[in-house]
């Protein structure tokens, strides 16, 4: 059983630019997390999407979106890209659309801003 | 926002050591979530909690469900050089607001580094 893919690993870009990452869930989950990791604040949650819509959202600023399909696979996008925004971006599915979510994660989209 | 403190930050160990780590919260959870990450990787899930006071093992790791529902431990015996990495735990409560579960809170990490 494939596990949470996701494209591109490594991507560097620069301050003003937008970038989007694509996750491709384990077959058969519905739900997709994303979360941004950094050094100094460590995992914090962006956004969980279920069937297509969004359900939950972190505390990230609205140059943060994303949306799923009706595949379940997900993208997000940052735009107008700051300094900060460079982190390892890690999308996890799960197959529970509510209650305790124990997710999988993915090896992450490594975002460098410039 | 909900906040975890994960202690220690860095354990030093010797390989064949036993590892204890925990986090602490200012809010309650439903469920505690155990990971560690590799360099390069995504986190993995060692352990899931779900009852306050649950004590689950998974060969040689051990986690618990604080009676409170504040707080949860990780023991690892008999170290090995493959446990190196870092571990979070994680805390999730369940949003009654229509949607679905809340996201992870996740701890800082603990850093598990084997002394030659």
């Known amino acids: 059983k494939a596990g949470v893919t996701q494209t591109p690993r490594y991507l560097i870009k620069t301050r003003g630019q937008q970038v989007t990452l694509s996750c491709s869930p384990i077959?058969?989950?519905?739900?997709v997390s994303w979360y941004q990791q950094t050094p100094g604040q460590g995992l914090q949650f962006l956004f969980e999407?279920?069937?297509?819509?969004?359900?939950n959202k972190g505390n990230f600023p609205g140059r943060f979106s994303g949306r799923q399909f009706s595949n379940s696979r997900s993208e997000m996008n940052v735009s107008t890209l700051e300094l900060g925004d460079s982190a390892l971006y890690l999308c996890?599915?799960?197959?529970?659309?509510?209650?305790?979510?124990?997710?999988?994660f993915g090896a992450g989209s490594r975002l460098t801003v410039l | 926002g909900q906040q975890l403190n994960q202690s220690p930050q860095s354990m030093f160990i010797q390989e064949g050591e036993d590892v204890s780590m925990n986090c602490t919260s200012s809010?309650?959870?439903?469920?505690w979530l155990w990971y560690k990450q590799d360099p390069g990787e995504g986190p993995v899930l060692l352990i899931a909690?779900?009852?306050?006071?649950e004590l689950t093992s998974n060969g040689r790791l051990t986690a618990q469900f604080g009676i409170t529902r504040k707080d949860s431990f990780l023991n690892i015996s008999a170290s090995i050089p493959s446990d190196v990495g870092i571990y979070f735990c994680?805390?999730?409560?369940?949003?009654?607001?229509?949607?679905?579960?809340?996201?992870?809170?996740f701890g800082k990490g603990t850093h598990l580094i084997i002394q030659p």
């Open positions: 077959s058969g989950h519905r739900s």
């Open positions: 999407y279920f069937s297509e819509t969004q359900r």
């Open positions: 909690l779900y009852k306050a006071g």
């Open positions: 809010s309650i959870f439903n469920t």
């Open positions: 994680a805390g999730q409560a369940v949003s009654y607001s229509g949607g679905g579960a809340d996201g992870l809170t």
């Open positions: 996890a599915s799960s197959l529970r659309g509510t209650g305790a979510n124990v997710l999988t």
